[in-house]
DNA sequence: AACCCAAAGATTGCATACGATTTGCCCAGA
DNA sequence: TCTGGGCAAATCGTATGCAATCTTTGGGTT
């Protein structure tokens, strides 16, 4: 992806540059190539993409609002640092919007979506096998792509946008609290979870759902972060 | 709030000069003063609140991400005109969220924040005595306010965004698709869940609100607007 | 008369320039 | 040596200018 000093945006020129910008730097944040606290600034973010710092800057606003970066004025961007209250709230909100989801799939779903489903979570496997942070990467982006993908069955596009911040920022809350070897169970369950779907069951996809975001959340370590904020370094 | 030409924004200048406009102009638009369809040229933004154009776009772009305007590239922002299936999305979502931020709010409700909910809700009585189109704004902004004000009180800052988003939407819908004196049982319906509410009934609450939520639904008239576009005008 | 094409006007997309604010550093003084 | 003030570098906030694109209008052709 990266050539020499800047990174050549996939070749959607006619889109808008900022828009390509964000989606490049959403995924490294999620995948956690940026790690959470990394400055972003517009001069080094523009001259990355080899744009001038009005776009990086657009780009740096949307993901401000999506919350997967903060901004204070006159001092930067910063890539975000959910406390474990904001992950509280994320995975409070995901337990009230994704068993929606789930019946709205239920409803929806075709033969050929659920065929793709399906493969998409074979070809998961393989990177469960492997150990090492690139596949723990793969592993949390992976999880997150099912509950995407959910959500874009569901016709709903309104609540597919929600998802799809819900689900940045939960990875980011998982690379930053999860536990070493957790998400192997989840992944099952997202198999479990389109078989009910499959069979139309939408109560017990939803409940099974429920249970999902529940063991996600379960298996994170919701401890303040230490010597991140000040506050915390004198609370202690 | 308007002085000759241009407008005063409220002595936040310390804050984002952005951020207050896309407040004035969203106020704007769910109060139905800018109507879907209107034009929201860069330069027109700029120099009604005095400010250059990239201040002006900002403003319509966290705009944008709202979904109250809408950006057609090289030609310009738009007051957002909801389409019936949008407008079914808008409720269904609310459907999801709202009873979830209800059971919230009747955990961490305080008989202060009820205190305050009663005042307010009386207020906005006096509005609902009086008709025209200037009564109907308020009404709108009213009933929105109520839900705004839960969300507040739920204590989830995520769900609370998504909730001012789709608050200031659904008033958009309202206002398009809304039949004229409808929204009198809806204020009482307020009174009723604040009361569940207060009673700690949180099962009971979040059923009231989701047939508030219906009923809201079910007095709009879902027939796709053809009378924006100057071709339908010809055809009448 | 209807249609097509071209040129002018307007508006956005983007880059750059300049002022404002913050941060870090260096040096003077205790 | 340590503290405090001030200066300089870096970065952001904003304005403005230029190029690209779209819309419109006018004229020419069929």
Redesign the pocket.
């Known amino acids: 992806m990266s050539i020499g000093e800047t990174i050549t945006l996939s070749d959607n020129a006619t889109e808008?540059?900022?828009i390509a910008i964000r989606e490049a730097l959403r995924n490294a944040i999620i995948d956690r190539r940026l790690t959470p606290g990394t400055?972003?600034?517009?001069?080094?973010v523009?001259s990355l993409f080899?744009?001038?710092?009005?776009?990086?800057?657009?780009a740096l606003q949307m993901l401000t609002f999506e919350g997967l970066v903060k901004?204070?004025?006159?001092?930067?961007?910063f890539v975000s640092n959910p406390t474990p209250d904001e992950a509280r709230q994320i995975f409070a909100s995901r337990r009230l919007i994704e068993p929606g989801i789930v019946a709205a799939a239920v409803d929806r779903i075709t033969a050929k979506d659920i065929e793709s489903f399906r493969r998409q979570l074979e070809e998961e496997e393989h990177y469960m096998t492997a150990r090492g942070p690139s596949a723990r990467r793969a592993e949390i982006k992976a999880s997150g792509d099912f509950h995407l993908m959910l959500a874009s069955v569901a016709g709903n596009a309104i609540l597919q946008r929600f998802m799809d911040e819900l689900i940045a920022r939960s990875s980011l809350v998982i690379a930053l609290y999860g536990r070493t070897g957790v998400s192997s169970c989840g992944h099952s369950e997202h198999f479990a979870i389109l078989d009910l779907i499959e069979r139309g069951d939408a109560k017990r996809a939803a409940d099974l759902m429920l249970h999902h975001i529940d063991h996600i959340e379960a298996d994170l370590d919701l401890q303040p972060k230490h010597g991140l904020g000040l506050k915390d370094a004198l609370s202690l």
């Not at 400055?39 to 080094?44: R, T």
């Not at 080899?50 to 657009?58: G, L």
């Open positions: 808008d540059r900022s400055k972003l600034s517009e001069n080094e523009g080899d744009v001038s710092r009005t776009v990086a800057r657009a901004t204070e004025r006159n001092r930067g961007a």
